[in-house]
């Protein structure tokens, strides 16, 4: 299955659900949410208004609720200044990641640590924690996973003039990365994607038999992964959380069961596909569309971390997570009740005036100040390094290869776009 040879046909391999899996107002509309405007400047607005307000995001921003996305009708209050998001992230037993639990999709992929609080997830966390760390970043999923994955990639556009990099490099690497990570490769990585992303969201636009028939699938091939490990220990993440143990509350420890690693291994591919493929894209665009940040970058690489950065507060690509108050408190002069869900509109927070001078320009030399686009607090993103990493080599290769590289102006300008996961409707571009 590692044979370069083999590695390299079955990730060039061509396949229409490509297209169908990987433009972003198909995955976004099959989820439910809205994709066909960019809200930013609402958001910004709403957090000029107060810091925090009474209502969900989508009834202050005017737009209908996702119809059967949360188990609960709750109040909600809606956190947009970045010192009321900042707590929301930081004091979890206050404002609880608890309510996950309510969440329909999340209930497809099982429990996991996003839902977890307090020392069970501190407890769960560490199992995966030591996969995350920089240093094993760097010297196992870089050097494993993405740099070669990038090579593959970029190896396919060359002698191709004009590409749309959202679809070929954009979408495709962190899905490689992700499934390979855990032991799938090539065209298995692609079939385990399409049933996962149809076993959790397929009930909006597909027959229960074919939800279900998903289902099966995703755990067979899991199930399979997991005995083939127990059998003979791998190098990648399933055999890497067999190995570890679970500490629990009375000091002694065990291994965790084969759902609670199917649960991991699902959060883990959804939690890093859309997101990095996403956020790629409205890197690059940022990059293109203040030419002289790609030049610089170009010429002076170290420089590559930095946009990624400022991407990421500029132009996060979930800009709302959800929270439960867990008691009445006082945010901001407001009282958010006990019981009230908690939307934490991190993306109107990233370009709180109070925090950033020129909020709403992209600009890779501001002085630096952590943003919240891959959270904070115990539940700050896993994967971060895993993202920075692939996006980082991304840019490098692009830069290596094509150094004059430029948005294509005989294609659509391409758009920012949606609520809840945003994106570029297209990155397409002049390689040479
Ligand atoms: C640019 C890409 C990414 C963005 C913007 C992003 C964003 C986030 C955010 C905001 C959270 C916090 C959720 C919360 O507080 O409720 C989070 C959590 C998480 N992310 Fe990411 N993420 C990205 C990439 C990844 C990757 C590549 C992986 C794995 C390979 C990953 C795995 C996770 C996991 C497992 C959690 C849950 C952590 C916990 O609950 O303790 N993410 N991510």
């Known amino acids: ?54 209502g969900s995001i989508r009834s202050l921003l005017g737009l209908p609720e996702v119809a059967g996305s949360v188990l609960v009708e709750r109040e909600n209050c809606t956190f947009l200044s970045f010192h009321a998001c900042e707590r929301a992230f930081q004091e979890n037993l206050l404002f ?12 497809k992929i ?10 069970e997830h501190r407890r769960y966390r560490s199992v995966v924690q030591p996969l995350f760390v920089r240093p094993r970043v760097m010297s196992w999923w870089k050097q494993r996973w993405i740099d070669e994955t990038v090579t593959l990639l970029l190896d396919r556009l060359s002698g191709r003039t004009a590409v749309d990099l959202n679809l070929e490099l954009c979408a ?16 298995d990585a692609l079939n385990f994607r399409d049933h996962l992303t149809r076993s959790t969201f397929g009930a909006r636009y597909e027959k229960p038999e074919a939800v279900e028939a998903a289902r099966v699938e995703v755990d067979r091939v899991l199930q399979e992964l997991i005995n083939q490990r127990r059998a003979q220990s791998g190098d990648d993440i399933i055999s890497v959380v067999l190995a570890n143990d679970l500490k629990l509350p009375d000091g002694g420890t065990r291994k965790l069961t084969d759902q609670e690693i199917f649960s991991f291994c699902k959060l883990v591919i959804f939690a890093g596909g859309g997101t990095t493929w996403r956020q790629l894209g409205i890197t690059i665009d940022a990059l293109l569309t203040h030419y002289h940040f790609w030049e610089e970058c170009r010429d002076d690489r170290s420089l590559i971390n930095t946009a990624i950065d400022e991407a990421l507060r500029w132009r996060p690509t979930d800009p709302v997570f959800w929270r439960l108050a867990k008691e009445d408190v006082q945010v901001e002069g407001v009282m958010v009740p006990k019981g009230a869900r908690i939307n934490v509109c991190l993306g109107a927070a990233n370009r709180d005036p109070k925090i950033w001078d020129r909020p709403d320009e992209y600009d890779i030399h501001r002085p630096s100040h952590y943003n919240l686009g891959t959270g904070l607090g115990p539940h700050r993103c896993l994967g971060r390094e895993v993202a920075v990493q692939e996006m980082a080599a991304a840019i490098n290769g692009l830069m290596d290869r094509w150094p004059r590289l430029r948005y294509d102006p005989d294609q659509p300008q391409p758009v920012f776009m949606g609520l809840d996961q945003r994106g570029m409707s297209a990155v397409p571009v002049l390689l040479d």
């Open 1 to 54: 299955m590692n044979n370069p040879q083999s590695i390299k046909e079955r990730l060039s391999a061509d396949d229409p659900r490509y297209r169908e899996m990987f433009v972003l107002e198909r995955e976004a509309t099959k989820a439910g949410f809205h994709v066909e405007a960019d809200y930013t400047a609402e958001m910004n607005r709403l957090r000029e208004t107060a810091p925090v307000m009474k």
């Open 96 to 107: 609880s990641s608890e309510i996950m639990k309510e969440s329909v999709g999340m209930r």
């Open 110 to 119: 099982g429990p996991t640590i996003l839902q977890m609080i307090g020392d």
């Open 172 to 187: 495709r690497l962190p899905m490689y990365v992700v499934t390979r990570g855990i032991g799938l490769e090539g065209q």
